[in-house]
């Protein structure tokens, strides 16, 4: 029901942009999310955004590079990555709740897509 991409092999200081597209149903009104894993770390939240748009919340290690934005009428959402360090790679996956509460967990988002693959090389 979610599907990531975008991905991809990029120099640090580069810049890439994840669309994370809904399909079977709309998610709305809910928070959306994106979330990452680097190789033998936990799930670490990322970004996430309301129905509307007009809130975001953003871990501290991205804030000032990253964006988070979705497009309703697409049914997506979009994570544009700027300044991109070889921290910064690892899996990201997009999320959906069932419903309208910011949380920065991961186990309480319900819908997840496949993840997609961002390496940032030094």
């Known amino acids: 029901q979610l599907q990531a991409s975008g991905g991809g092999l990029v120099q640090a200081g580069g810049s890439l942009r994840l669309s994370c597209a809904a399909s079977g149903r709309t998610f709305s009104p809910t928070v959306m999310g994106w979330f990452r894993q680097a190789p033998g770390k936990g799930r670490e939240f990322v970004a996430s955004i309301s129905w509307s748009g007009g809130r975001t919340y953003y871990t501290d290690s991205v804030k000032g590079r990253f964006t988070i934005s979705r497009d309703n009428a697409k049914n997506t959402v979009y994570l544009q990555m700027n300044s991109l360090k070889p921290e910064d790679t690892a899996v990201y996956y997009c999320?959906?709740?069932?419903?309208?509460?910011?949380?920065?967990?991961?186990?309480?988002?319900?819908?997840w897509g496949q993840g997609t693959q961002v390496t940032v090389s030094s």
């Open positions: 999320a959906a709740r069932s419903n309208t509460v910011f949380t920065t967990r991961s186990d309480l988002y319900r819908y």
